[in-house]
């Protein structure tokens, strides 16, 4: 689902967008605004707002790699991975599976020409560690959890874990709301509660902003249930 999207089905639930019609530029523009100002509101309480990426790199022949913004694979850190494969120089896809860095260290060799069977991820150091030199010519596919920024174009696809958007959709009528004069709204705000308490019930934890639940053994997660993305 686009952006343009889900401003046009927020602005479906005000009741000012009969179905079918195409939204005029100036509620799409204030309706961008709206979205920005609300994840970014969010990013700020007891929910993080992960967005589902997946990216592809050239893989250096080295036993660990930096990831970060010009680093060994080159992008903004993310704040968790979630799975990693990497393809070896005649095709073949291997996954790869998760350990923590202290059994990582057991394992290792610094041995290049086979493909590596373990990984981990040190987020605090922008690191990933593997448990064997990757032969040349591979490229390693990631699939991470990314803290959220902003959305810059309407015809941006929004993909996030699945819950979030009918929270996004919901909070972002009753937040515009009051620009088209509506006030009283039961059944959008029951909606919009609901659906923002499930996603905060999955994704944040006791222990305050930023913290994500997680299962133990989480790839990227060290021995945590509960991970904090600003300390670790």
């Known amino acids: 689902m686009t952006v343009?999207?889900?401003?046009?089905?927020?602005?479906?639930?005000?009741?000012?967008?009969?179905?079918?019609?195409?939204?005029?530029?100036?509620s799409i523009s204030d309706g961008l605004l709206y979205?920005?100002?609300?994840?970014?509101?969010?990013?700020?309480?007891?929910?993080?707002?992960?967005?589902?990426?997946?990216?592809?790199?050239s893989l250096p022949s080295k036993p660990v790699v930096s990831i970060e913004v010009s680093g060994d694979l080159d992008t903004v850190c993310p704040v968790a991975i979630k799975?990693?494969?990497?393809?070896?120089?005649?095709?073949?896809?291997?996954?790869?599976?998760?350990?923590?860095?202290?059994?990582?260290?057991g394992v290792r060799s610094v041995v290049s020409g086979a493909v590596p069977k373990f990984f981990c991820f040190a987020p605090d150091d922008r690191l990933i560690f593997f448990s064997s030199v990757p032969p040349a010519g591979c490229t390693i596919n990631i699939r991470s959890y990314k803290a959220f920024d902003q959305f810059d174009e309407l015809t941006e696809y929004m993909s996030f874990p699945s819950g979030y958007d009918l929270?996004?959709?919901?909070?972002?009528?009753?937040?515009?709301?009051?620009?088209f004069g509506k006030s009283s709204m039961p059944e959008a705000l029951l909606i919009a509660r609901c659906s923002l308490r499930d996603i905060k019930a999955k994704n944040?934890?006791?222990?305050?902003?930023?913290?994500?639940?997680?299962?133990?053994?989480?790839?990227?997660?060290?021995?945590?249930t509960l991970y904090d993305i600003y300390e670790g």
Do not use: C
């Open 4 to 26: 343009k999207q889900v401003i046009e089905l927020a602005l479906g639930v005000l009741g000012v967008l009969p179905e079918g019609d195409e939204a005029s530029s100036e």
């Open 204 to 224: 944040a934890a006791v222990r305050g902003p930023g913290v994500l639940a997680m299962p133990l053994g989480t790839p990227g997660l060290i021995h945590k």
């Open 167 to 179: 929270a996004i959709q919901y909070n972002l009528a009753l937040l515009m709301a009051p620009k």
């Open 83 to 105: 799975a990693i494969t990497i393809a070896d120089a005649a095709g073949a896809v291997h996954s790869l599976n998760w350990i923590s860095e202290e059994r990582i260290r």
């Open 35 to 57: 979205l920005n100002s609300m994840l970014g509101s969010w990013s700020t309480q007891n929910l993080i707002v992960p967005v589902v990426t997946r990216e592809s790199f």
